[in-house]
C-alpha cells in the first residue's frame, strides 16, 4: 500500500506574492531605465516624469510618463532623432526587451 499526503503551506501565497512583486518592481525599474534614451529629451523634464503606478505602490506593474504634454509626445508625429522620439517603450522593447526578460527571469528562477 502507498499513502500520499498533500499540505499546504498556508505561506505559500504570500511567499509568491512577494516574490512576483520584486520581478514586477525590478521590470518597472528596468523600464523607466531602458527607455530613459528613448524619451524625447529637451530639457529633461518628460524623462524625469518617468514613475511607476501609484495603486498599489511600487510593484504594481505599472509605469507612467505623467508630463502634462507626454501622451502628445509619445502618440505624435514627431521624428525619431537617434533613438529618441514617439513610442519610446514600443521602440526600447523591440530594441531590448528580449534580454531584459532573460535578465529577469534568470534572477527570479
Not at 18 to 36: F, P, Q, S, T, Y
Not at 57 to 65: C, N, S, T, Y
Amino acid at each position: 500500500m502507498i499513502r500520499a499526503e498533500l499540505r499546504w503551506n498556508r505561506d505559500m501565497a504570500a511567499w509568491m506574492n512577494e516574490k512576483a512583486g520584486r520581478a514586477r518592481r525590478a521590470i518597472e525599474n528596468e523600464v523607466l531605465r531602458g527607455c530613459a534614451a528613448y524619451v524625447p529629451f529637451r530639457t529633461g523634464a518628460l524623462m524625469r516624469s518617468g514613475t511607476t503606478a501609484d495603486g498599489d505602490g511600487a510593484g504594481a506593474g505599472e509605469v507612467r510618463w505623467t508630463a502634462p504634454y507626454a501622451r502628445a509626445q509619445y502618440y505624435g508625429k514627431y521624428r525619431v532623432k537617434g533613438n529618441r522620439g514617439p513610442y519610446w517603450f514600443e521602440r526600447w522593447k523591440n530594441a531590448e526587451g528580449k534580454a531584459l526578460a532573460e535578465r529577469i527571469g534568470k534572477g527570479f528562477a
